[in-house]
């Protein structure tokens, strides 16, 4: 059974850098037919896709977010991680990583919750 | 693509059967997938292209639609399905989500 798991800082100060990666066991991430997304859910709102990224590198990021973020696979390890910039409180969100593939996104990680505040 | 989702509250009781609308603002064919979330869980998968039941979902959930309006079916609401609802289109990037519906008894 594929599991995602995400791992990163509950807290996190404005304008800092968060951080967030995302272990995957029971499969591997070098599939062809999959892309590895990250999604999350501010309090009180609904989902926003972050992006994915593809195992050879390629991604495709959200045009709102992407000039504040960046991803990055590693397959030696079977993780992908996330790097997100210039925090502001609205990024409170609870974060998660998910795969997609032809049953659209079909795994996803429990959650972090991140808490950007000073 | 915007996704429009109605209602975005409904009240239900066991039983019942459960009406969900989404409606994309452009034609999306059938890419289109239903999720089911509870408070501080991951959203559950629930249909796949438009119509297709992901391994586990219990028959009772069932999708219909294509183009731009979609619908999500629960007949026969159990205890275990008061829960907030999502549809995402994975049509064309960005990938974007309806803005959910919570059934509430």
């Known amino acids: 059974q594929l599991q995602l798991q995400e791992s990163g800082p509950g807290l996190v100060k404005p304008s800092e850098i968060l951080s967030l990666t995302c272990a995957v066991s029971?499969?591997?991430?070098?599939?062809?037919?999959?892309?590895w997304a990250w999604i999350r859910r501010p309090p009180g709102k609904g989902l926003e896709w972050i992006g994915s990224?593809?195992?050879?590198?390629?991604?495709e990021y959200n045009p709102s977010l992407e000039s504040r973020v960046a991803f990055s696979i590693d397959t030696s390890k079977n993780q992908f991680s996330m790097t997100f910039n210039s925090l502001t409180a609205a990024d409170t969100a609870h974060y998660y990583c998910?795969?997609?593939?032809?049953?659209?996104?079909?795994?996803w990680g429990q959650g972090t919750l991140v808490i950007v505040s000073s | 693509i915007q996704m429009t989702q109605s209602p975005s509250s409904l009240s239900a009781s066991v039983g019942d059967r459960v009406t969900i609308a989404c409606r994309a603002s452009?034609?999306?064919?059938?890419?289109l997938a239903w999720y089911q979330q509870k408070p501080g869980r991951a959203p559950k998968p629930l249909i796949y292209?438009?119509?297709n039941l992901q391994s586990g979902v219990p028959s009772r959930f069932s999708g219909s639609g294509s183009g731009t309006d979609f619908t999500l079916t629960i007949s026969g609401l159990q205890p275990e399905d008061f829960a907030t609802y999502f549809c995402?289109?994975?049509?064309?990037?960005?990938?974007?989500f309806g803005g959910g519906t919570e059934v509430v008894i």
């Open positions: 998910a795969r997609r593939g032809q049953r659209s996104i079909d795994y």
């Open positions: 029971g499969g591997s991430i070098s599939s062809s037919l999959h892309y």
């Open positions: 990224i593809y195992y050879r590198g390629n991604t």
């Open positions: 452009q034609g999306i064919t059938n890419d």
């Open positions: 292209s438009a119509s």
């Open positions: 995402l289109q994975d049509h064309k990037y960005p990938l974007t």
